[in-house]
């Protein structure tokens, strides 16, 4: 793994945190990765496959978790592009997003 590779992704992290709660615009650029999609290519070629026709046709996408999944992020109205990009092959889930944010959860002390 080269040391930009490592770096661009790093950067790639901080940059989706902003995307995602300030400037969605971003979100193209901070889904790129260098290190992880490649290597899953060759286990779950599908999934690369929809991920870059979804990024073709402008809508941010990544692999998601071990690879058998697709995360996207499309601009309201897109669903018929993630329809057709997808095909008969996939099931396609809209998952609503918590408008709260994130909260913070104590963890007991460990015995």
Known sequence: MPFADAAANLSRSA???HAMTVDPRRL???TQDR???QTRATAYPESVLLMER???AGIPAVVSGAG???LAFPEP???SVIAVSAGPDWVV???PVAAMGTREVPVP???
Do not use: F, T
Request: no cysteine.
């Open 15 to 17: 940059l989706l945190v």
């Open 28 to 30: 193209m650029s901070a």
């Open 35 to 37: 290190l992880h999609q």
């Open 54 to 56: 979804l990024r073709d």
């Open 68 to 70: 058998p999944s697709v």
């Open 77 to 79: 109205g897109a669903e």
């Open 93 to 95: 889930q809209s998952v």
């Open 109 to 111: 002390p460990l015995p």
